[in-house]
């Protein structure tokens, strides 16, 4: 997730009135000339762009009869921006999108299923459980392109300093370390969030998810789930323990104190590599630990896997979408993954581009170390909003104006309205 949750796009205003299917040869898959699909990347227009455009070169010099319009789209309207486009016959041939938005815009008919064609020649490649995440009813309508998961990141330099040896493991370990870090520094050991996204870890930490999306039952405010919240809120006070910040600017406040060495260890996701190495505290990258985050009471640590696809529109002519398929293909290889893994510092989405030089990357290392306790999302077309509800009550909560219980009864009845055939 930078992607929807932490960052979005820095870009200009783009033109987006260009439609992905202007073919004149009404879908017979026959073109006179180079066929030209439009690729909608929603990556950070500054840091991670200029690979992408770079590799669309590579690839047209590879396929001559090819050509790809590229657009930068803004991450954050990005979204929004697809769904009025495909439902008016305009969208562009290939989306670069994130892994949630996946079962909403299956189940409207705007993503090709990809099975069986060039797009997915190496289904067998990649991990499972990005392939899972881009299933819906059956059927897989994304390649994965990147991924990511949260992690405990930490200042090994100040855990040295305090005689800690390895990361904790579980939400108490975390409490004592944070308490002997303050005691033997005089920094925080602990800075928690109050994003939904973030607080997920401690859903998972006790079997439990802000729904059962089989049983369609609602769950955020089940006995488990409050355990889960109660062990979040325990996090923003005690020794070592930074409070709360409700503000609007709260993330880039914890961010900076982590790099600049203020604060010990905070959750975070791997699109923030580069810029844990541009903070004074990781000017030397092997002082960056990274760990799987703490388990909760059932002794097993979960932690939800974002990271994003390359889905082909439906709407498009046969010509454009052959033309689609075989860009995709090209996009998600090994090779093109080892490249932006280089230039980029994100997670590729399967096994063979973790190449020893990409692996030479800490930050890469040590995230690939932890995705084994990454946890699909189901493939519900409403979950990602579920964390709109809970993103409005958990600051309450930690921000001491509203009791946990009335929080999560409020999100209960947020999240009946946008699944209304569940059950509480």
């Known amino acids: 997730m930078r992607r929807g949750i932490a960052a979005t796009a820095l870009v200009a205003s783009v033109a987006l009135a260009a439609t992905a299917c202007g073919g004149s040869d009404g879908g017979s898959g026959k073109s006179d000339g180079p066929v030209t699909i439009t690729w909608w990347d929603t990556s950070n227009a500054t840091n991670e762009a200029p690979t992408y455009q770079a590799l669309v070169k590579d690839f047209e010099k590879a396929n001559p009869t090819i050509k790809v319009k590229y657009v930068n789209v803004p991450f954050d309207q990005a979204q929004n921006k697809f769904d009025t486009a495909a ?39 990649f991990q499972p459980s990005l392939i899972k995440q881009a299933q819906y009813d059956g059927k897989t309508y994304g390649v994965p392109l990147v991924t990511d998961t949260l992690a405990l990141v930490y200042n090994k330099a100040l855990f040295k300093k305090a005689g800690i040896t390895e990361a904790p493991k579980t939400w108490d370990e975390l409490k004592s370390v944070a308490a002997k870090i303050k005691d033997k520094t ?40 409050k355990k889960a919240y109660g062990t979040w809120l325990s996090t923003f006070s005690g020794k070592g323990l930074h409070k709360a910040d409700t503000t609007a600017d709260a993330y880039a406040h914890i961010q900076d104190a982590f790099v600049n060495g203020k604060v010990a260890a905070i959750i975070q996701g791997p699109w923030e590599i580069t810029n844990f190495y541009k903070g004074s505290a990781f000017s030397d990258k092997s002082n960056l630990g990274i760990a799987t985050v703490p388990a909760g009471s059932t002794g097993k640590a979960g932690a939800p896997t974002g990271g994003h696809n390359l889905s082909v529109y439906a709407g498009s002519d046969k010509a454009h979408q052959e033309a689609a398929l075989k860009f995709v293909g090209f996009m998600t ?17 399967r096994d063979d581009a973790y190449s020893a030089q990409v692996k030479a990357d800490p930050g890469i290392a040590g995230y690939q170390s932890v995705l084994p306790a990454a946890q699909p999302r189901p493939a519900l077309p409403e979950y990602s909003s579920l964390w709109g509800p809970l993103d409005t009550e958990l600051p309450k909560i930690a921000g001491g104006k509203e009791s946990l219980d009335k929080g999560l009864s409020n999100a209960e009845l947020a999240i009946a309205k946008l699944v209304p055939d569940f059950s509480k």
């Open 186 to 225: 005089g920094i925080d050991g602990y800075w928690g969030s109050t994003q939904a996204y973030y607080a997920q870890t401690f859903l998972y930490g006790e079997g439990t998810d802000t729904v059962d999306a089989a049983a369609k039952k609602i769950t955020v405010n089940s006995a488990a789930a």
């Open 333 to 349: 290889s090994a090779k093109s993954q080892e490249t932006i893994a280089l230039k980029n510092s994100t997670l590729p989405t």
């Open 87 to 125: 439902g008016s016959k305009g969208a562009p041939d290939v989306l670069r999108s994130e892994v949630g938005w996946t079962p909403a815009f299956a189940k409207k008919g705007y993503f090709l299923p990809l099975d069986g064609t060039a797009a997915l020649a190496d289904q067998s490649k």
